[in-house]
């Protein structure tokens, strides 16, 4: 099974996204933003973040993997952790990347 699977549904939305060239490139252009924003702060928070050209920032947790996630979970955050490599945090509104940032800025770790 493919690890990124979407149905026909999904499909059909992302089809839809692409023939709507215009709003498609706004929504990238915001995304790009946001990215940006979030890692900038995070590396000013004292975070490791590896450059990025994704959707999403990745941070180096080691075995603070699953606390950290355990820490955004409580605070009503989903991210995706990997075992104890690390977690992928996908790029959402600016309200919730500044909701994510808080917990990250509140964790005693830096990685």
Not at 39 to 62: H, I, K
Not at 75 to 97: L, Q, Y
């Amino acid at each position: 099974m493919l690890p990124f699977t979407v149905n026909a549904l999904a499909q059909t939305a992302a089809i839809a996204s692409l023939a709507a060239e215009a709003e498609l490139h706004e929504r990238v252009d915001l995304a790009v933003k946001e990215r940006a924003r979030v890692r900038d702060e995070l590396l000013a928070q004292g975070w490791t973040v590896p450059p990025t050209e994704a959707n999403f920032v990745w941070l180096r947790l080691g075995p603070d993997t699953q606390d950290f996630a355990a820490a955004c979970a409580e605070a009503g955050i989903s991210i995706r952790p990997f075992g104890d490599e690390g977690a992928r945090i996908s790029m959402g509104t600016p309200e919730a990347d500044d909701a994510f940032l808080a917990v990250a800025r509140a964790y005693p770790r830096r990685h």
